[in-house]
């Protein structure tokens, strides 16, 4: 097999990569073990958060200079992170996945257990707030599904009431959802936003709702709505006419699953090959060091061809980065980490402290080439949380890093 | 005993609630005293929930210490009767390997024997059939009567039977001091960690139940005892990579037993000496872990390759023989300590020593003086009479009868609960859903838990449910039970607040041990609590 380029990894990096030189006219192939960190998405993407040294930013594109050398917005270089920061809203619009929200400055997004954070695109169900302690309204519903756990309505009425906001908690009784208690653990968003995605169970629920408000002014719920198609949303907020917000819920993320499976569409119906449930097993060199072909799980000895290949198959979680008791590899290509040696220093012993692994990765060459045993590897690409030397979790950058270093990545492959 | 007395005066209070003092108060509650148990944390916190939950066949000391393996065999038989819930019969292997002496078996079997217990040598290739996980480069083998018991459970247990007999049971509550008249210990000035008062209660004799932190008790009363505390590490594996426990053949030494239980394994111990001022922060090493995981593979060599969910330490309240202030000379068995005839101090006595095996026996010896001292004369039941859980019907039984058709959160409810999850609602569809998948453990459990069982944060119902236990350590489950706990006892703030330090107690135990799949499972509880919930941990309770 042959393509032009292939992509290791189907998430938020390797999708947009993908979309981007396929729109481009290359005929490229996705290599996707399955889920990817968009299953268990906040519902916002984050440009930057803060500076490495805790600094909150407010408005990200200004202190861009401010980062380390080796962070990816630098690789990159600032100029070129604001000029992709403004396209990427256009970009997803025209994958079929509505966000607001501005590079310009942070908007806040209201957390699964009411805290606020910083959020650069959120996706279309949920409100993106402009300060942090903006009222959601003076009197809040709070509308639960009964038996599902994954949706914390005392945390978040607890949030809302310190702004001020008096809140009242009901829960939604459908008989559909029994056939789901039936089995103990199928109380689970995406189990039941199947189910909501029926057109008379979904009614019924916002019935249900219309009878149960009485003076309040905001309704929350749990995103739950709208696996395969985000029409309802719109239906529903018109349906129950009081301003309604969707609150991200614990994993599974509908709204997240939903964009990924949006951008996975939008690859394939460019032309693109998504080969899911595949994993790398190994690869073969030309004689610069550069990438020839792979060999896959599923294909076996049918090799894998392409001119280039971009490496976007994430940090830990989803096996893009391996971690032994003796150190950190990469264990696709075996190209550069960088990492601390001593196992004393991956870790703080206090959970909620900064933690250092996370910033562990592959080491992003000028372009963002990879690079083995110390020498460029000119047709390897990196994109997404793969890529070492910043701390995406800590400086809230994760979702911004992930979009902007695949679209670097692609234009790099089309600039040859 | 026990009319006419104030609500603040009892017969004796206990000082500890970890098995000795969860025994002791149950064993004094049945020879009708009224009985005060008193402990700082939650039930089974200290040495009693962190080691190996073996059920000590006494073989492991056959050789070394005849007295303690008499002891063991004999608790061992009572236990498998009164606490049948708590205990799984899996048997043990004593296996030989290569470098091992073949000649010690001769002389371990013979020890056994005169010890009272059963040791068949059974030919290697059948010890493989019996256990298919063993290294299978093993010489010789020897058969003999260990298992598995659950500590948490075994405490919570003896707790409830001595509430059902009229005790008072205060956890969060820390001994300020003892209340002296002269030589005389009338009582002890607590304060509540809940309500952040102080009390006084009072009793003519007050039990040191306090393992290693009876030291500190002891001082309190003007009496001093010589503690030696020692750090034993210990690796809980995944999942259960054998199903019988496997023991080396050869004189105790670190990391030689792996014993099955619930859903996973547990290699131990190491054993070192650590400072007195360290026994309330125990942190694994690295050196430890490694030296842990190189001798277990040699008993089991899957465990090369099987995930370790976390690491963790307990320490022994070993205990300095009084003629020998040097500490050379330590007693591993259990030390009974009258300060009246020792010090000159009345009212109060001390109890430790000993194991987790041996709890019932101390109980016994505890509640022996006590009775004396008050001439009670009523003689100790407790290696009759079943713990509740463990009375009547085995564990199928119990379930069919309950449910109509049990589900695993049913089996998983009687397997903790015993004969006692008729109490539990589980009937209908949402008490049956469940809170933590990996444990099986449902809304019902955890209400009951919440309700009947003492909880006071996350961490304590985990020990009553195993809620966190699983291989996820508590990532989702975790957020679902704070929300449950925020409704039972209608503090949203609190809550938060404790899942926050529930996490950071789960990441104790793993960042030791966090390579492979525990750190990617701790980079996704990362990503979701600090990322997705933006929790920042303000608040919870460990900070450093």
Not at chain 1, 33 to 56: I, V, Y
Not at chain 1, 143 to 153: A, K, M, S
Not at chain 1, 245 to 263: E, H, K, N
Not at chain 1, 348 to 375: E, M, P, T
């Amino acid at each position: 097999m042959k393509f032009d380029t292939i992509i290791i990894g189907g998430g938020l990096a390797g999708l947009i990569c993908g979309i981007r030189l396929q729109k481009a006219g290359k005929k490229c192939a996705i290599v996707s073990a399955g889920q990817s960190a968009m299953h268990f998405s906040s519902g916002s993407f984050e440009l930057l958060g803060r500076l490495p040294d805790g600094t909150e930013t407010e408005r990200p594109l200004e202190v861009l200079k401010q980062l380390p050398k080796e962070h990816p917005y630098s690789v990159i270089g600032e100029e070129t992170v604001a000029e992709y920061a403004a396209m990427v809203p256009m970009f997803l619009e025209e994958c079929g996945i509505k966000v607001s929200g501005s590079a310009d400055k942070n908007s806040w997004r209201i957390s699964p257990t009411g805290e606020r954070k910083p959020a650069w695109l959120t996706l279309e169900e949920f409100v993106s707030l402009p300060d942090k302690d903006s009222k959601i309204g003076n009197k809040a519903l709070i509308v639960n599904i009964l038996g599902y756990l994954d949706f914390n309505t005392k945390f978040l009425a607890d949030s809302f009431e310190k702004q001020g906001t008096e809140c009242r908690i009901v829960s939604l009784k459908l008989d559909e959802m029994e056939r789901l208690r039936k089995n103990p653990s199928e109380m689970r968003s995406t189990n039941i936003a199947r189910v909501m995605d029926r057109e008379e169970v979904w009614s019924k629920a916002i019935d249900q709702i219309n009878s149960m408000i009485k003076d309040e002014d905001a309704i929350v719920l749990p995103a739950v709505f709208g696996l395969k198609d985000s029409a309802i949303i719109e239906k529903i907020r018109t349906r129950l006419g009081v301003k309604t917000y969707f609150i991200a819920t614990m994993p599974p993320s509908v709204p997240g699953i939903r964009a990924q499976m949006r951008l996975k569409a939008e690859f394939e119906k460019c032309g693109g090959y998504f080969f899911l449930g595949d994993t790398v097993k190994g690869a073969d060199y030309n004689e610069d060091g550069s990438i020839r072909s792979i060999e896959t799980a599923n294909f076996g000895n049918i090799r894998m061809y392409a001119d280039d290949f971009v490496l976007a198959s994430g940090s830990f979680f989803s096996k893009g980065l391996t971690a032994t008791p003796f150190g950190i590899i990469e264990p696709v290509f075996g190209i550069d980490v960088k990492a601390e040696d001593s196992r004393d220093n991956w870790f703080d012993r206090y959970f909620w402290n900064k933690q250092n692994y996370i910033s562990f990765g592959a080491v992003a060459k000028n372009g963002l080439h990879a690079s083995k045993d110390g020498k460029t590897v000119w047709n390897l690409f990196l994109a997404g949380s793969i890529i070492g030397g910043y701390n995406a979790l800590y400086e809230g950058c994760g979702g911004g890093t992930a979009i902007i270093t695949a679209l670097y990545a692609a234009d790099e492959i089309l600039k040859k | 005993m026990g009319h006419l007395k104030k609500d603040n005066e009892f017969d004796v209070i206990i000082v500890g609630g970890g098995i000795t003092g969860a025994g002791t108060a149950r064993d004094c509650a049945l020879r009708g005293l009224k009985v005060l148990l008193i402990e700082r944390h939650d039930l089974a916190t200290g040495a009693t929930g962190r080691n190996h939950g073996l059920l000590h066949s006494g073989a492991r000391y056959a050789v070394t210490d005849r007295e303690s393996a008499e002891e063991c065999i004999k608790e061992n038989m009572i236990l498998r009767k009164i606490a049948r819930h708590c205990v799984e019969e899996t048997e043990g292997l004593f296996i030989t390997l290569p470098e091992d002496d073949l000649e010690y078996q001769a002389k371990f079997v013979e020890s056994c024997l005169a010890a009272g217990i059963r040791a068949d040598v059974i030919d290697p290739k059948e010890a493989l059939l019996m256990e298919p996980s063993a290294n299978p480069d093993l010489i010789g083998a020897v058969k003999v009567p260990d298992g598995a018991v659950d500590p948490f459970r075994l405490t919570s247990a003896n707790v409830i039977d001595a509430k059902l007999h009229g005790a008072t049971v205060l956890v969060y509550h820390e001994v300020e001091s003892l209340i002296k008249d002269g030589d005389t210990i009338k009582g002890v000035k607590v304060f509540d960690h809940t309500t952040k008062q102080t009390k006084e209660y009072y009793a003519p004799i007050t039990v040191n139940a306090g393992g290693i932190w009876g030291q500190h008790i002891a001082q309190l009363a003007g009496a001093r005892i010589n503690m030696f505390p020692a750090k034993g590490a210990l690796l809980i594996f995944g999942h259960r990579v054998n199903n019988v426990v496997i023991n080396r053949c050869r004189k105790p030494a670190n990391a030689d037993i792996l014993v099955p239980g619930d859903t996973i394994c547990l290699i131990g111990t190491t054993s070192s000496r650590v400072p007195f001022e360290e026994v309330d922060n125990m942190y694994v090493t690295a050196d430890e872990v490694d030296l842990l995981l190189q001798e277990g593979e040699k008993l089991a060599p899957k465990l090369a390759s099987t995930r370790i969910l976390r690491a963790y330490a307990g320490v022994r309240p070993l205990v300095a023989t009084d003629d020998d202030p040097s500490g050379r000379n330590i007693s591993r068995g259990i030390v009974l300590l009258d300060h009246e005839t020792r010090d000159g101090i009345k009212g109060f006595i001390s109890i430790t020593g000993g194991k987790l095996m041996t709890y019932r026996l101390m109980a016994e010896w505890a509640t022996d003086l006590v009775c004396r001292k008050l001439n009670v004369d009523k003689a100790c039941e407790t290696m009759e009479i079943p713990l509740p859980g463990s009375e009547k019907e085995n564990i199928d039984e119990i379930s069919k009868k309950t449910w109509s058709k049990p589900g695993t959160p049913h089996k998983a409810v009687v397997g903790r609960h015993g004969n006692r999850a008729g109490q539990i609602s589980m009937s209908s569809e949402y008490d049956a859903s469940l809170v933590c998948e990996c444990e099986s453990a449902s809304v019902g459990e955890v209400r009951y838990a919440i309700e009947e069982l003492d909880v006071h944060n996350l961490v304590d119902l985990r020990r009553r449910t195993r809620v966190g236990m699983g291989t996820c350590q508590g990532e989702l489950c975790a957020c679902r039970a704070a929300g449950m706990l925020a409704e039972a006892h209608k503090c949203t703030e609190t809550a938060k607040q404790d899942l926050q330090s529930f996490i950071n107690e789960r990441w104790k135990g793993m960042y030791p041990v966090c390579w492979g799949d525990t750190l990617r499972e701790s980079e996704y509880s990362q990503w979701i609590y600090s990322g997705v919930c933006g929790l920042t941990g303000e608040g919870s309770t460990e900070k450093i």
